[in-house]
């Protein structure tokens, strides 16, 4: 939001009569003012407070912002004990669950993107990740922007709710980030990074980048607006702005059938909500679109990159039945939206076989079922929750184990420990039943 920088320089009044306040300070003031001048001129700005600007142009800013600061605030969560983050996030609030907060009200519209402007944000995002491993100084000027464009949020609100009839108190979480606090808050932020502990070069270090970032933005804003129909489509930040860069279908129907897959697959299996949460039901529903796509592949090139998957998640914590059952409702949900696609669509039915078919060889369904029963009544007996799911995936990771998916086990258990570690459950017993299972299996 880089509109919001003109009460940047008004914030700054009551600093410039204190001693505290060093001329790099003042040279950051200056060098965001300048481009907020010519971030005011762009068409995106102009067609809002006109009460012009199309519905696209907007979804699309909100995706592109939840871009950039989900990279951010994951950058953020990793350096939050470190200064100078630690003192700068003094009263931070994260801006991407506020985005996606606002974006919840259009889910169902599957309102498609400005896909230039999307390109420009995930190129935000990257650069993002480049300095988390080059240049951490280079990322508090990032964070000097991006919280810098919080002010004036209340000035653009009523725009917003105007020129998209948004209810009031709906849609807007992200503009009204910090309420009443706003000032307070920037103010915090600007007495912290007046005192960090940084040389001349650091200082320098932090002028460049902040200027950088506002450059990038601009670019974001102006192919946000205006743009040609050409330039519109589906991508997979529409479902996951964390999802990064890779191919979802473009018809809408398989779309809503890859969603409503991935949800139905969810809400089977309460394991997922236990561990992953809502970022992980995000990244369900994208994975599921990208599985979608892979029906235009041959059938063994479809096998191959499906395998690969269910090993990387089989050691990530999501064994390869949980994958079976993924891709047989996929199947199911695209069936229903376009049947006349069948020949396409069955191939996820074979592969599903083929995945069961190199489990069960190894440990059969009857087998993994029975284990996982064992389980329940040894470790859980008389335990409320859902614990007969939890082990019926420990069971599942077993067999992808004796199937020789090396870390299978390990992928599970290392998040069930801190799970129930006030519990009174014994993880080590548990770990030395299962492991001597995928050793003694013929």
């Known amino acids: 939001m880089i509109w919001i920088f003109q009460d940047v320089a008004l914030s700054f009044d009551g600093f410039l009569k204190q001693e505290f306040v060093m001329d790099w300070i003042s040279r950051l ?3 965001s003012r300048k481009l907020h001048e010519k971030a005011h001129r762009l068409p995106f700005f102009q067609a809002l407070w006109r009460h012009q600007l199309p519905l696209e142009s907007f979804v699309t800013q909100l995706r592109c912002l939840a871009v950039i600061h989900g990279a951010m605030e994951k950058f953020l969560a990793a350096h939050e004990f470190q200064e100078p983050f630690r ?8 801006k991407l669950p506020l985005l996606l907060q606002d974006l919840d ?13 999307v390109e420009k944000a995930l190129r935000i995002a990257d650069r993002i990740l480049v300095l988390s491993e080059e240049n951490n100084t280079a990322l508090v000027g990032f964070f000097y922007t991006l919280e810098g464009s919080t002010q004036g949020g209340r000035i653009m609100e009523p725009h917003v ?37 940084m040389d001349a070069s650091a200082q320098e270090t932090v002028i460049k980048a902040s200027g950088e970032l506002f450059e990038a933005l601009l670019e974001v804003y102006d192919k946000l607006f205006p743009f040609l129909e050409d330039q519109l489509g589906h991508h997979v ?10 191919p979802i279908p473009s018809d809408e129907r398989e779309l809503r059938a890859s969603v409503a897959a991935a949800h139905r697959c969810w809400n089977a ?9 809502d970022r ?10 990208w599985l979608t796509t892979l029906c235009n592949l041959e059938v063994g090139a479809l096998i191959d990159q499906v395998f690969w998957l269910a090993d990387v998640l089989s050691v990530r914590g999501i064994p390869t039945w949980l994958l079976e059952n993924q891709l047989r409702m996929l199947h199911e949900e695209l069936m229903k939206a376009r049947p006349e696609e069948m020949a396409r669509y069955e191939r996820l039915l074979l592969t599903s076989d083929v995945l069961r078919s190199r489990r069960a060889s190894a440990f059969s369904e009857e087998k993994m079922v029975a284990f996982g029963h064992e389980l329940k009544e040894r470790f859980f007996r008389g335990s ?15 067999a992808d184990e004796v199937s020789g998916i090396q870390g299978s086990l390990e992928g599970v258990l290392s998040w069930l420990r801190s799970f129930v570690k006030d519990t009174d459950l014994d993880t080590d017993a548990l770990k030395q039943l299962l492991e001597t299972r995928a050793r003694s299996h013929p």
Not at 109 to 117: G, T, Y
């Open 269 to 277: 299996f309460p394991y997922f909500e236990m561990r992953y949460g």
């Open 29 to 31: 003031r200056a060098q």
């Open 280 to 289: 992980g039901k995000r990244f369900a529903a994208s994975d599921a679109a």
């Open 237 to 246: 930040v529409s479902l996951n702005p964390e999802a990064g860069q890779h």
């Open 384 to 398: 409320n929750g859902p614990w007969k799911d939890l082990c019926l995936v420990l069971a599942a990771a077993t």
């Open 105 to 117: 009200l259009y889910r169902e519209r599957w309102i498609v993107n400005v896909l230039p402007a």
């Open 87 to 94: 003192t700068l996030m003094e009263g931070y609030r994260p």
């Open 161 to 197: 709710q105007k020129t998209f009839s948004i209810p009031e108190g709906q849609g807007t979480a992200f503009f009204s980030c910090y309420g009443e606090h706003t000032q307070d808050r920037w103010q915090g932020f600007l007495y912290a990074l007046a005192h960090a502990a």
